[in-house]
């Protein structure tokens, strides 16, 4: 007798465990790890949905306390083992269910029928099939003669154009089967999600930096070596063909390559290269597929007829067999943390699905996470650069800084300073392409004076404060709160407000002041239907608008080479975020939508519009300047203790009762001071005392308070954050918190979100 260990689709802490069943000889061999399953559940055995966890041939049950798998689901997807362990691990380490684990893990998230495709063949020799035709009579055997004729010419034919082109009937065909002269076949045919027209792409001569970034990956794997690289690069500097040459050697050596990419927008442009370098081998995924579309790239990767996934998050848990790299291609983007449990990030997962499979990680950036620049420093990630532009003749653009205080002062209220007004003007002229980003990245309601551009910030946090209902300004870090002032502190003016522009409001400036220009809008109201995104793209990429306006989507990994001037048109939205990384993403935005112009033989140019034009963020970004950057924001995250140099867990308590969460949200953070306290009375515990100095520090508290968006959909949100340099004190607590707080989610309608950092 054979068991399996299941966790049943039934969400509810007390059900987030493993329950055994027999598995009975029918289904011996169909049962395997990672199958989803219909097992009889609870008092009234009603038949609910399960997944296989494990498999044994022992149990601590007698056989007749225990009940047997009903059915194998059909046509599912089953997980690779290892898969189930890193659900597990996900489970452990960012603090979830182990259902929702394993739904993030799971393939396809629903049975989906495969498309049928049947054809029509000749049953006997062709000799044979003329001779019968033969004896037909032209007339009454009309239809039958026209089927054999196009059978002998064509070999076989789709069934669809049997019935519909030759306007031969099923009677018909039916009469020739039962005859033994043709048969009907029936394959199951694969949804192709790529389709890009075009002929083969010839490899890329590798100029010295790119060939030795690749040479250090391929050679380190020669040598059984499985590292964690940075691929920094400037932009333009050809990261995508150093990808390309590992993938190329992963393929050599019978293996498999996932590449991530944060964007759906830069999907197609990305595939379009990979497709017309490695053919069939590739596939992609993303969320705006059909279910059937991802449910049959699942089963080509499980049946190895692809070699290469694109996409998302998501494509992470592609169940490739012989994986040998992950490629995580603009690794700073902040998509590639998940927002429902468990809140995983990409990067950390990708690294753990990579030690459990003896694969390579490539993480690639322009503008690296200051994480990822952090443990290059320590050495837990081996760097490599490119410090120069794959093309030979393209250079850096040149970057003007615009300050909107002076423009005010000018009399110019127009979101197109006079200057970019100047430069736009002259590349309609010359018949080349603008980009124009607004900066809408992390846009929370934060106010600013328009006059001195100083924004309200906590004086606590050094955060900016969000403007709520009613006037009140809070400080989501701390609680601080106050009223919105009539004047600003700074310079008494009276030009202070919430700041906030949006797309179509540019676009409308933009037609007004350049009438005879082609306008292109990519936003999410444009990107809304399928294939909204390859479509502005392709038509942009094809010369068929002068400016395209967007948010970020626009601004990483595209490659337009008659994009010459490049305006940012509020730099500021980003960098007065209430968030402690606020700079580093304005510095990431700035540099890489700099990076859009001049990336072939025509020089570009890039217009900053700012308040803040002396911060070193915009400075730095004008400058492309990462080592400066670095440089000055690492010593702000050491002093205000915020990672990379400590770890940092945010909770997130909701309900649809304020008084609820805010009563889970104090019972949280007092549990949380006890453990501190028993820190600082008998020191560390014992797990982390061999860790002397750092983890000695007892963990730091902050909170609870509203969250950022303090109520959605009448669900009400608090938040507490906990710091420690040492991730695996953050872990600790977490568990303790489960164990101690799991009965608020049945009992008081209470959620408690983990969200830890890289």
């Given at each position: 007798m054979r068991y399996a260990g299941v966790v049943v689709d039934i969400s509810g802490g007390k059900l987030d465990r493993v329950f055994t069943y027999r598995i009975p000889e029918h289904l011996q061999g169909q049962v395997t790890v990672g199958a989803q399953v219909k097992v009889p559940f609870g008092k009234g055995d009603r038949l609910v949905t399960a997944f296989v966890i494990e498999i044994t041939e022992k149990s601590t049950y007698s056989d007749d306390e225990l009940k047997e798998i009903r059915e194998v689901s059909p046509r599912g997807v089953a997980v690779e083992s290892h898969l189930i362990e890193l659900a597990w691990w996900?489970?452990?380490?960012?603090?979830?269910?182990?259902?929702?684990?394993?739904?993030?893990?799971?393939?396809?998230?629903?049975?989906v029928a495969p498309v049928r495709r049947r054809r029509i063949c000749l049953q006997v020799p062709e000799e044979e099939a003329r001779h019968f035709a033969a004896g037909l009579h032209p007339g009454r055997n009309a239809a039958q003669l026209r089927l054999l004729e196009a059978l002998l010419a064509d070999g076989y034919l789709p069934y669809e154009t049997v019935t519909g082109r030759l306007h031969v009937g099923v009677s018909t065909i039916r009469s020739l089967g039962d005859k033994g002269v043709i048969r009907v076949e029936e394959e199951t045919s694969y949804r192709n999600p790529v389709q890009i027209k075009g002929g083969e792409a010839g490899t890329v001569q590798l100029n010295d930096e790119q060939r030795r970034a690749a040479e250090t990956v391929c050679g380190d794997d020669r040598r059984g070596v499985h590292g964690i690289y940075l691929l920094y690069g400037v932009t333009g500097s050809g990261k995508t063909e150093v990808y390309m040459e590992l993938i190329d050697y992963m393929l050599r050596t019978h293996r498999q390559v996932i590449v991530l990419i944060p964007e759906i927008a830069l999907t197609y442009q990305t595939v379009m290269r990979f497709y017309r370098r490695f053919g069939d081998k590739v596939s992609i995924l993303h969320s705006r597929m059909s279910e059937g579309e991802r449910y049959d790239q699942f089963v080509r990767a499980k049946k190895g007829e692809i070699q290469i996934m694109v996409g998302p998050r998501s494509a992470l848990f592609t169940p490739f067999t012989h994986l040998g790299l992950i490629i995580i291609d603009e690794e700073?983007?902040?998509?590639?943390?998940?927002?429902?449990?468990?809140?995983?990030?990409?990067?950390?997962?990708?690294?753990?699905?990579?030690?459990?499979?003896?694969?390579?990680?490539v993480l690639g950036s322009a503008t690296p996470s200051l994480d990822s620049f952090y443990r290059c420093q320590d050495g837990r990630y081996k760097l490599l650069?490119?410090?120069?532009?794959?093309?030979?003749?393209?250079?850096?653009?040149?970057?003007?800084?615009?300050?909107?205080?002076?423009?005010?002062?000018?009399?110019?209220?127009?979101?197109?300073?006079?200057?970019?007004?100047?430069?736009?003007?002259?590349?309609?002229k010359k018949g080349e392409q603008s980009i124009l980003f607004l900066n809408r990245r992390g846009f929370s309601g934060f106010v600013s004076c328009r006059s001195c551009g100083e924004a309200l910030k906590c004086p606590h946090c050094d955060v900016s404060l969000t403007l709520h209902r009613g006037g009140r300004l809070v400080c989501h870090y701390c609680g601080y709160e106050t009223k919105l002032p009539?004047?600003?502190?700074?310079?008494?003016?009276?030009?202070?407000?919430?700041?906030?522009?949006?797309?179509?409001?540019?676009?409308?400036?933009?037609?007004?002041?350049?009438?005879?220009?082609?306008?292109?809008?990519?936003?999410?109201?444009?990107t809304a239907r399928k294939g909204g995104h390859e479509a502005i793209l392709s038509a942009f990429a094809d010369g068929k608008a002068d400016i395209l306006i967007g948010t970020q989507m626009i601004v990483k990994g595209h490659d337009f080479p008659r994009v010459t001037l490049v305006g940012v048109l509020a730099a500021d939205l980003s960098l007065h975020s209430p968030s402690y990384d606020a700079a580093e993403r304005t510095f990431q935005l700035l540099t890489q939508a700099a990076g859009r112009a001049g990336r072939d033989v025509l020089p570009g140019q890039v217009v900053i519009q700012t308040y803040s034009p002396e911060h070193y963020s915009i400075r730095m970004a004008a400058a492309q300047d990462y080592d400066g950057f670095y440089a000055e924001e690492l010593p702000y995250r050491q002093m205000l203790h915020y990672p990379p140099v400590y770890a940092m867990m945010t909770l997130l308590i909701s309900s649809r009762d304020e008084q609820a969460a805010e009563r889970a949200a104090r019972a949280c953070g007092n549990l949380v001071e006890r453990y501190i306290d028993r820190w600082k009375t008998?020191?560390?515990?014992?797990?982390?005392?061999?860790?002397?100095?750092?983890?000695?520090?007892?963990?730091?508290?902050?909170?609870?308070?509203?969250?950022?968006?303090?109520?959605?959909?009448?669900?009400?949100?608090?938040?507490?954050?906990?710091?420690?340099?040492?991730?695996?004190?953050?872990v600790t607590i977490k568990d303790g918190l489960e164990s101690l707080t799991g009965w608020r989610e049945e009992k008081a309608g209470v959620s408690v979100q983990y969200d830890i950092s890289r």
């Open positions: 996900m489970k452990e380490e960012y603090g979830s269910s182990m259902l929702q684990a394993l739904k993030t893990v799971l393939p396809v998230k629903k049975t700073q983007e902040a998509s590639y943390k998940s927002e429902l449990s468990p809140r995983y990030h990409a990067v950390g997962v990708a690294q753990k699905r990579a030690s459990m499979t003896g694969a390579s990680v650069k490119l410090s120069r532009r794959a093309v030979k003749e393209a250079r850096l653009p040149s970057v003007e800084i615009v300050d909107l205080k002076e423009e005010l002062v000018k009399g110019n209220k127009s979101i197109i300073s006079l200057r970019l007004g100047e430069l736009l003007d002259q590349r309609l009539r004047t600003c502190p700074s310079c008494g003016s009276r030009y202070i407000a919430g700041f906030g522009i949006g797309t179509q409001k540019v676009e409308a400036m933009v037609a007004e002041q350049f009438p005879n220009a082609r306008i292109l809008r990519m936003d999410a109201d444009t008998d020191g560390a515990p014992l797990s982390f005392r061999e860790n002397t100095g750092a983890a000695a520090r007892e963990p730091e508290l902050i909170g609870p308070c509203d969250a950022p968006v303090s109520r959605i959909n009448d669900i009400y949100r608090k938040t507490l954050y906990i710091r420690h340099v040492d991730r695996r004190v953050l």
